[in-house]
């Protein structure tokens, strides 16, 4: 059981101690039984508010208003013609407004407590969900989570007003090297190209997985002539990791110029990829052609 939980239970058993109290105290103290019912669900009331609290301070005006009521009704039978004159009129009115200033007090506090443990469940389970995206082999994102990743940074983009580029990476002839090297060779070199590019690029950056020994390198906030730079960069060091003459091509696409949306710019920047290796150019960007 965690801090929040525990904290939770002891805030839950606070109010459901306090609910009893409560609405024993309104039903001890009001001389009529009608009063003291209407008072226990006054009392629930609030405390359902408090929690909720689906308006702001909606629970501190409900229970201010059930108060007002409850004793306005203590002291208009108080000098009703059928009073009792031994009944505590003004005793029950002040244990009624005393318990629902206080079951929204409490409530509140559990309302606080629930907050306060859904940040902790969100910030847990992005932590989880950061961890889960990263394969522990290569440090790089897996295929599964660039759809995602892209789709917020085109959100992000829209709304700021932003550019960014993919870059899309990958050697020619990849199957050939696979079949001449053995797949344990491939591994390693699909390994080592992945901690090269990450070492190269900013912490901002997300490098992607995406298959064999094809990467995608996600730039926030880097306009295609940027892109190309890194691009270079990244390319030069791939080609001394594959060795024996071995090339490596990239392709860009940024966005908003070349695609709007996330298929679109992994699409994109895989045709522009494909067109580098058909043109034997390093990298190739339907933006730097046009």
Known sequence: MTEYTREIWVRVSMLAVWLALAAGAIAVASPDRDLAVAGAVGVAIVAGTGMLRPIRAGHLVI?????????????LRKVGPDADPNAPYVAAAAIGAFSFAITAMVADTLRDAFIRYDAELESRQKIIEEVESVD???GATKRQHADRLLNVEVERARRYA??????MLGPDK???????NGQGQADRTITALSHEYLTRLRNVDTLIHMEGATFAALLPETPVAGAQVVAEKLVD??????G????LRAGIAGFPDDEVTGAGLIREATEALHFAEAASIRVASRSLLS
């Open 63 to 75: 229970a201010g208003g059930f108060a007002l009521v409850f004793g306005a009704i203590q002291a």
């Open 162 to 167: 932003r550019h960014f580029t993919l870059v």
């Open 237 to 242: 060091v791939g080609e001394v990791i594959l």
């Open 136 to 138: 522990t082999t290569t």
């Open 244 to 247: 024996g003459g071995g090339e």
């Open 174 to 180: 990849w199957e050939e090297f696979v079949t001449v």
